[in-house]
């Protein structure tokens, strides 16, 4: 597959597999197969155990961003939740944290990911030269555990001349895990795959396919699907809301070394982990890193004491993360009844926002 991932590159597409649709009528229609579209689904069938889903899939389950993403199941790093309370004062940006914290606990709560491959609990680590330190212990104050370290005592890696502050909570999975735990609790889900949609609309509407029409109550544009957001004048207005930012990301070779925990480099705009295994993963947004992202992790990083080891690109990839203009996700109604949702825009942070998010939907349908 092109611009195949790590992780896809542990599965085959017949690992995710929902049955294959067979009605005319769907109670719920859902575009797009990631993480946006199975958590609806997922909750779609909690709440109404009796009604029937359809999932249409362009390429595969997981074959866009969430079987491409760097796996932080992450509320976002310190210097996260300072952009949000500049950007929309304390409160809110406490809310949100609250929000993705909640996310966490719920993906937590309702799979079992300890036993999945590669689910690790070890925080984690921005570093930054400066920090907000009145931001921090109000962050305390508010429930949220940062730490300030003063010194990298528990890591191989060369981060003097930075500030560091964990966050004990943090945790990162196999995306594609998550993906597959979500497909298996499904039972009154079918899929569509390749299915070039048509969406025909009037107060009720019907998506038509090469061969036939299909029918439902409500319809949810669940992540990307941008053909179809971008071809039908009744979601044109979307493109203006919506910026597509490429991601990149590598794996390496397992290492002798152990990194503990995730890295968040805020002053480049980076983040890297290790795998259970010690691969390491380096990501870092494409227009802004400079050089290879390998080469920027070991000049900036690596102590000379690690460098007796060869570090080995395995596989290297590149995402697309759909961004709105204030970097929260756009969940909105898009006809005058409650049938047409869009769901997506969850940018960097789609496994700490997604699940909860999809629940929050559900609830309103
Ligand atoms: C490189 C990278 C690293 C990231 N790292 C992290 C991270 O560490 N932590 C984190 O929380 N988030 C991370 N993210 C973000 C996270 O992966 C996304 O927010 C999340 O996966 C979005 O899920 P989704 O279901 O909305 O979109 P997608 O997973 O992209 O799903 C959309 C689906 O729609 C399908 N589709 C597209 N067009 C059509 C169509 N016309 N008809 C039918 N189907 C269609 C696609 O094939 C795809 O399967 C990262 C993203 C990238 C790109």
């Given at each position: 597959?092109?611009?195949?991932?790590?992780?896809?590159?542990?599965?085959?597409?017949?690992?995710?597999?929902?049955?294959?649709?067979?009605?005319?009528h769907?109670?719920?229609?859902i575009?797009?197969?990631?993480?946006?579209?199975?958590?609806?689904?997922?909750?779609?069938?909690?709440k109404?155990s009796?009604?029937k889903?359809?999932?249409?899939?362009?390429?595969?389950?997981?074959?866009?961003?969430?079987?491409?993403?760097?796996?932080?199941?992450?509320?976002?790093?310190?210097?996260?939740?300072?952009?949000?309370?500049?950007?929309?004062?304390?409160?809110?940006?406490?809310?949100?944290?609250?929000?993705?914290?909640?996310?966490?606990?719920?993906?937590?709560?309702?799979?079992?990911?300890?036993?999945?491959?590669?689910?690790?609990e070890?925080?984690?680590?921005?570093?930054?030269?400066?920090?907000?330190?009145?931001?921090?212990?109000?962050?305390?104050?508010?429930?949220?555990?940062?730490?300030?370290?003063?010194?990298?005592?528990?890591?191989?890696?060369?981060?003097?001349?930075?500030?560091?502050?964990?966050?004990?909570?943090?945790k990162?999975?196999?995306?594609?895990?998550?993906?597959?735990?979500?497909?298996?609790?499904?039972?009154?889900?079918e899929?569509?795959?390749?299915?070039?949609v048509?969406?025909?609309?009037?107060?009720?509407?019907?998506?038509?396919?090469?061969?036939?029409?299909?029918?439902?109550?409500?319809?949810?544009?669940?992540?990307?699907?941008?053909?179809?957001?971008?071809?039908?004048?009744?979601?044109?207005?979307?493109?203006?809301?919506?910026?597509?930012?490429?991601?990149?990301?590598?794996?390496?070779?397992?290492?002798?070394?152990?990194?503990?925990?995730?890295?968040?480099?805020?002053?480049?705009?980076?983040?890297?982990?290790?795998?259970?295994?010690?691969r390491?993963?380096?990501?870092?947004?494409?227009?802004?890193?400079?050089?290879?992202?390998?080469e920027?992790?070991?000049?900036?990083?690596?102590?000379?004491?690690?460098?007796?080891?060869?570090?080995?690109?395995?596989?290297?990839?590149?995402?697309?993360?759909?961004?709105?203009?204030?970097?929260?996700?756009?969940?909105?109604?898009?006809?005058?009844?409650?049938?047409?949702?869009?769901?997506?825009?969850?940018?960097?942070?789609?496994?700490?926002?997604?699940f909860?998010?999809?629940?929050?939907?559900?609830?309103?349908?």
């Amino acid at each position: 597959m092109a611009n195949e991932s790590y992780w896809q590159s542990l599965y085959s597409k017949s690992e995710f597999e929902l049955p294959a649709a067979s009605k005319n009528h769907y109670d719920l229609i859902i575009m797009g197969g990631g993480l946006s579209g199975l958590s609806l689904a997922y909750w779609y069938e909690k709440k109404f155990s009796d009604q029937k889903v359809l999932v249409v899939e362009k390429k595969a389950i997981g074959s866009g961003a969430s079987g491409q993403n760097a796996g932080f199941l992450t509320k976002g790093s310190f210097q996260y939740l300072h952009k949000l309370y500049k950007l929309f004062g304390l409160e809110k940006a406490f809310e949100i944290f609250r929000f993705a914290q909640q996310n966490i606990e719920l993906i937590t709560g309702e799979f079992d990911l300890k036993k999945t491959r590669d689910f690790q609990e070890q925080g984690s680590y921005t570093i930054s030269s400066q920090f907000d330190s009145e931001l921090l212990v109000i962050a305390k104050d508010h429930g949220f555990n940062f730490k300030l370290l003063d010194e990298p005592v528990f890591n191989p890696l060369g981060l003097k001349g930075k500030k560091i502050i964990l966050d004990p909570s943090e945790k990162s999975i196999n995306p594609l895990e998550l993906c597959r735990s979500l497909v298996e609790s499904l039972e009154n889900t079918e899929i569509l795959y390749d299915a070039i949609v048509e969406i025909t609309e009037d107060p009720t509407f019907s998506l038509v396919t090469g061969n036939q029409t299909l029918t439902c109550n409500h319809l949810i544009l669940g992540g990307f699907a941008p053909e179809i957001i971008f071809s039908s004048e009744t979601w044109y207005q979307c493109k203006e809301e919506l910026e597509f930012v490429k991601n990149e990301v590598l794996v390496t070779q397992p290492l002798k070394t152990k990194i503990l925990g995730n890295y968040y480099d805020s002053d480049a705009l980076g983040y890297f982990r290790q795998t259970a295994d010690q691969r390491l993963i380096v990501g870092g947004y494409r227009q802004t890193t400079g050089g290879t992202l390998l080469e920027k992790f070991l000049n900036s990083f690596w102590t000379p004491s690690c460098m007796e080891e060869r570090v080995e690109v395995s596989k290297e990839w590149v995402g697309q993360l759909v961004m709105s203009k204030d970097g929260l996700p756009i969940i909105k109604k898009l006809s005058k009844n409650n049938s047409i949702h869009l769901f997506t825009g969850f940018s960097g942070h789609g496994l700490g926002m997604i699940f909860h998010s999809a629940k929050e939907l559900v609830s309103h349908l």
